[in-house]
T-cell receptor, first 116, second 117 residues
Framework: AQKVTQAQTEISVVEKEDVTLDCVYETRDTTYYLFWYKQPPSGELVFLIRRNSFDEQNEISGRYSWNFQKSTSSFNFTITASQVVDSAVYFCALAENSGGYQKVTFGIGTKLQVIP | NAGVMQNPRHLVRRRGQEARLRCSPMKGHSHVYWYRQLPEEGLKFMVYLQKENIIDESGMPKERFSAEFPKEGPSILRIQQVVRGDSAAYFC???????????????FGPGTRLTVL
């Protein structure tokens, strides 16, 4: 069965600090997708990134970067020079094939608070 | 192309009433998924539907909950005789195809926040 673990339930950082959110996953599939979503206080889910299991290249998008390591089944997310607007709950998710369709499993989320 | 739409965004019900949550998938999408997010928790899969068919309802409580996706109109998640424990955010997602290995990404709606008094 697939599983996503976000061990950090809450993190507080001071503005401009860098912060890394950890995500460890379990799956028996060789083909799968990993995601990060942001959920601001307003409650909607904001898609941040999707990465397939065959692409281990790290990705950078502005202040955001992602480190995918298959050897440790981790897909960590780093925010550089954090800002107050980054305060939100961040979810890591795993999608794998389940009887011909994708089934998405979410982690419990990491609540990030950026203090001005 | 409008995104996934859900209504209402907020719904308040008293214990014992019925709650109906609607989801209009993105244009061209024929696959709908419902997820529930209990307070302080991640999203949990409830049910997956294609037009007029329930494909997987393994995550849906056996009693009081039902879902449909008719040929015409939105998908409906129906909760009968609501209880306080049903208070949660209910998210709908849609995809153009079922995909394998997650090739067809699910696009999420803004969610419906159900409060049971």
């Amino acid at each position: 069965a697939q599983k996503v673990t976000q061990a950090q339930t809450e993190i507080s950082v001071v503005e401009k600090e860098d912060v890394t959110l950890d995500c460890v996953y379990e799956t028996r599939d060789t083909t799968y997708y990993l995601f990060w979503y942001k959920q601001p206080p307003s409650g909607e889910l904001v898609f941040l990134i999707r990465r397939n299991s065959f692409d281990e290249q790290n990705e950078i998008s502005g202040r955001y970067s992602w480190n995918f390591q298959k050897s440790t089944s981790s897909f960590n997310f780093t925010i550089t020079a954090s800002q107050v607007v980054d305060s939100a709950v961040y979810f890591c998710a795993l999608a794998e094939n389940s009887g011909g369709y994708q089934k998405v499993t979410f982690g419990i989320g990491t609540k990030l608070q950026v203090i001005p | 192309n409008a995104g996934v739409m859900q209504n209402p965004r907020h719904l308040v019900r008293r214990r014992g009433q019925e709650a109906r949550l609607r989801c209009s998938p993105m244009k061209g999408h024929s696959h709908v998924y419902w997820y529930r997010q209990l307070p302080e928790e991640g999203l949990k899969f409830m049910v997956y539907l294609q037009k007029e068919n329930i494909i997987d309802e393994s995550g849906m409580p056996k009693e009081r909950f039902s879902a449909e996706f008719p040929k015409e109109g939105p998908s409906i998640l129906r909760i009968q005789q609501v209880v306080r424990g049903d208070s949660a955010a209910y998210f709908c997602a849609s995809s153009p195809n079922a995909g394998t290995g997650g090739r067809d990404e699910q696009f999420f709606g803004p969610g419906t926040r159900l409060t049971v008094l």
